[in-house]
């Protein structure tokens, strides 16, 4: 084949995996028991119950960390991002991605890449500032998921992790004398 030639096939190839990439994309896995919302926000009402590791398929829409996602018998409500997880790898989608990689080591040579994927939160408009509102459900929420130090060691036992020791940060240089004390709300310890 002309080197022309070879382009072309690769172009087709990458936007064969983007397509597939965006496709595979938009399925999700409920990381943990939750409620389908009607609207985003947890003061919303509920639609129904998602069991922990159901499948949801997201639409594309999402107002700030909720996502609105449709389960499989056709419900249509909102998540919180954090609430969703990947779609768990299915043998087919293993193998698809492993055809798409021994394809793409005909033209790239011997080194592999792995796509992956992460979820971070847009910073807040001027609007969402002035609209904030205090949750204390949410902070009553997040402290019911707070683990003891015991559950920590307990977690760390159970996984193959291996103590090690840190060493404390420095000490931050102390301000110089004469110039402005800190104020009541500083933290800096005297």
């Given at each position: 084949?002309?080197?022309?030639?070879w382009q072309a096939l690769c172009r087709v190839f990458v936007v064969?995996?983007?397509?597939?990439?965006?496709?595979?994309?938009?399925?999700?896995?409920?990381?943990?028991?939750?409620?389908?919302?009607?609207?985003?926000?947890?003061?919303?009402?509920?639609?129904?119950?998602?069991?922990?590791?159901?499948?949801?398929?997201?639409?594309?829409?999402?107002?700030?960390?909720?996502?609105?996602?449709?389960?499989?018998?056709?419900?249509?409500?909102?998540?919180?991002?954090?609430?969703?997880?990947?779609?768990?790898?299915?043998?087919?989608?293993?193998?698809?991605?492993?055809?798409?990689?021994?394809?793409?080591?005909?033209?790239?040579?011997?080194?592999?890449?792995?796509?992956?994927?992460?979820?971070?939160?847009?910073?807040?408009?001027?609007?969402?500032?002035?609209?904030?509102?205090?949750?204390?459900?949410?902070?009553?929420?997040?402290?019911?998921?707070?683990?003891?130090?015991?559950?920590?060691?307990?977690?760390?036992?159970?996984?193959?992790?291996?103590?090690?020791?840190?060493?404390?940060?420095?000490?931050?240089?102390?301000?110089?004398?004469?110039?402005?004390?800190?104020?009541?709300?500083?933290?800096?310890?005297?």
């Amino acid at each position: 084949m002309k080197p022309s030639s070879w382009q072309a096939l690769c172009r087709v190839f990458v936007v064969f995996g983007l397509l597939w990439g965006n496709a595979q994309a938009q399925e999700a896995t409920i990381k943990r028991a939750t409620e389908l919302r009607q609207a985003p926000g947890d003061q919303s009402a509920s639609l129904a119950p998602l069991a922990a590791d159901s499948s949801v398929a997201r639409t594309g829409e999402r107002k700030g960390s909720w996502v609105k996602v449709r389960t499989p018998q056709g419900a249509t409500g909102w998540v919180h991002m954090f609430d969703l997880g990947a779609q768990p790898a299915t043998a087919s989608s293993n193998s698809t991605a492993s055809g798409l990689r021994s394809v793409g080591g005909l033209f790239g040579g011997g080194s592999t890449t792995t796509a992956t994927a992460t979820v971070g939160i847009r910073g807040l408009s001027a609007e969402d500032l002035a609209n904030a509102q205090p949750n204390p459900a949410a902070v009553a929420q997040a402290e019911k998921m707070r683990l003891s130090a015991d559950q920590a060691r307990q977690f760390a036992n159970a996984a193959p992790l291996t103590p090690r020791a840190v060493d404390p940060l420095p000490e931050p240089p102390r301000p110089a004398t004469g110039t402005t004390a800190p104020s009541a709300n500083s933290t800096y310890a005297n």
